[in-house]
């Protein structure tokens, strides 16, 4: 009886651990209007069981600031002047071209390998075309 017990709350204690590393926010709603000269670049965050506990930060390498912060489930968005930028995390890294009155998406994903980087994850970025993102991102909130 005892260890019924110890599983039970073992078991709500991880699916309130798996909750408090989740997004919180504001359910995405839509896609923002761009100024004039910049462009508008949408980081999002499948929610996944896979690195969950991981709160990913996203670096402007080539400003070499904090663009911001993403946890399972979530998004955020951020105006970009036109041009190359060089955006990445702690292990990875891509160019993109920003175009002005334009928005773009990338998504940021974990992957976990057990047996070469057990220590590190792998923290992906991928640029998704935007009829992926339209489809993807709804089910995100917003990182707060």
Do not use: Q, W
């Amino acid at each position: 009886m005892k260890k019924i017990i110890f599983m039970i709350f073992l078991g709500l204690g991880v699916l309130l651990g798996i909750n408090g590393c989740s997004a919180k926010g504001k359910p995405f709603v839509k896609f923002k209007k761009t100024k004039k000269d910049m462009g508008i670049v949408y980081f999002y965050r499948p929610s996944n069981i896979k690195g969950y506990l991981i709160n990913y930060p996203i670096f402007d390498k080539k400003m070499n600031k904090i663009l911001g912060n993403l946890k399972n489930g979530s998004y955020f968005s951020i105006e970009m002047k036109e041009g190359i930028h060089k955006i990445g995390t702690y292990t990875n890294s891509i160019e993109i071209e920003i175009k002005k009155n334009s928005f773009m998406c990338i998504r940021i994903y974990a992957d976990i390998d057990l047996i070469l980087r057990p220590y590190v994850p792998y923290i992906g970025l991928h640029k998704v075309s935007n009829n992926i993102c339209k489809a993807e991102i709804i089910e995100t909130r917003k990182n707060e």
